[in-house]
């Protein structure tokens, strides 16, 4: 829905079963189901690390412990948390680097990551992908769910709240 690009990570024990619902659960909500691998070069998997925010002393002090263990990035637009980014083979150390400098990691995951996001803009695009990402979420084998999007997030607590 809306042009978004959804990369839907499945472990199953009957693939016919699991991509015939996945591509119903597209259907219904105004998506079309792709070819296995179709999306991938829209995403980068990477390491992520949340902090929040006020267990934080010093942020430059965060910055250089994280690059120095081998991080790549920081991510601090968000109030809430700092995210520290890396390699996915690099995610461990730097989550040990900083646990032994006493920062409190509150989540660490490697992820994909959007390399572009598209604007949600319309409330029937926002109500049909949200509810399809919801739907994908609670099927039993579908393990993750990635999808490019940005939207207001009034949207999401009307729509899901």
Partial sequence: PGGVAIMVKCATDNR?????????????????MGETGCVGWMFTERGEL??????????DDLIM??????ADDIDSSSDEHI?????????????????????KVTGSDVVMSPLS?????EADN????????????????????YANFEMDPKW???FMG
Avoid: M, W
């Avoid at 412990?65 to 081998?70: E, H, I, Q, S």
């Avoid at 995210?83 to 920062?103: D, M, Y």
């Fill in 65 to 70: 412990t994280a690059l120095d263990a081998g």
């Fill in 50 to 59: 949340e902090i929040p925010r006020e267990a934080v002393a010093s942020e």
């Fill in 126 to 145: 926002a109500k049909n992908l949200l509810r399809l990402l919801d739907t994908l979420e609670s099927h039993d084998d579908v393990q993750n769910v």
């Fill in 16 to 32: 016919n079963r699991t991509a015939g619902d996945v591509r119903s659960y597209f259907s219904k909500y105004g998506g079309n």
């Fill in 83 to 103: 995210t520290v980014i890396c390699s996915p083979q690099k995610l461990e150390a730097v989550q040990k680097a900083l646990t032994v400098a006493g920062v």
């Fill in 156 to 158: 999401i607590q009307q």
């Fill in 117 to 121: 996001t598209v604007e949600i803009d």
